[in-house]
């Protein structure tokens, strides 16, 4: 066990709607990322959080959008919906200074579904 | 851009006999490269690490990792496999400034009694 918790773990939506993925990250970490893996692939990255400040992006549009809160918890904001965006999303937790040596601890995920 | 390749989507071997994972890397300057290992409905967890100290690598699990710069490679291996082996193993490599994790597309590990 990670200490990393994420909910909900099984969701489906239709296209269009809107889905907001949530993460606890373990006791004493600072940074939050946030990766989408579809089936068959590996991990890519969305985006990071540090301090509640957006910390790096990788290639996903616009309505992919997170929340850091001040107790370090997460959320993953997705709008409109497509049928690609059915994946794993995966929250990873991390103090800094570990996740600069590539030290994070992934939570088992949220499995997303788009109809 | 960092990437990492992994050159076997699934490998087969049986309990008790040696493991091997191909990773090769591609990198414009030094790269810190990672394994890590997925299980059925569990989360990624970290095998081992190579950040530019030595360059054979001991991780959890019995398993090691090799750094080759001149093969640019860093294959995993483990001398005997047990069941519990069965996963999915990733090669990484970060990418530098958002501590950014570049992932592999995977291997598939599984385990014959």
């Known amino acids: 066990e990670t200490g990393v918790t994420q909910s909900p773990t099984h969701l489906i939506k239709t296209r269009g709607q809107q889905v907001t993925l949530r993460c606890s990250s373990q006791?004493?970490?600072?940074?939050v990322s946030w990766y989408q893996q579809a089936l068959g692939q590996g991990p890519q990255f969305i985006f990071q959080?540090?301090?509640?400040?957006?910390?790096g992006r990788g290639n996903f549009p616009p309505r992919f959008s997170g929340l850091q809160f001040p107790n370090y918890s997460s959320e993953l904001n997705v709008n409109a919906l497509e049928l690609d965006d059915s994946a794993l999303y995966l929250c990873?937790?991390?103090?800094?200074?570990?996740?600069?040596?590539?030290?994070?601890?992934f939570g088992e995920g949220s499995r997303l579904t788009v109809l | 851009a960092q990437s990492v390749t992994q050159l076997d989507s699934h490998v087969s071997v049986s309990e008790g006999t040696p493991v091997l994972l191909r990773c090769n890397y591609s990198?414009?300057?030094?790269?810190?490269l990672f394994w890590y290992v997925q299980h059925p409905n569990k989360g990624l967890q970290l095998l081992l690490k190579?950040?530019?100290?030595?360059?054979l690598v001991k991780g959890i699990n019995g398993f090691e990792a090799e750094f080759k710069k001149s093969e640019t490679s860093f294959h995993l291996t483990k001398p005997s496999a047990h069941m519990s082996d069965a996963a999915e193993y990733f090669c990484?490599?970060?990418?530098?400034?958002?501590?950014?994790?570049?992932f592999g597309q995977g291997t598939r590990l599984t385990i014959n009694p």
């Open positions: 990873a937790s991390s103090s800094w200074t570990s996740g600069r040596t590539g030290e994070l601890f």
């Open positions: 006791s004493g970490h600072n940074t």
């Open positions: 959080y540090y301090r509640e400040e957006e910390n």
């Open positions: 990198s414009s300057y030094s790269p810190s």
């Open positions: 190579y950040t530019s100290a030595a360059t």
């Open positions: 990484v490599v970060t990418q530098g400034g958002a501590q950014k994790l570049v």
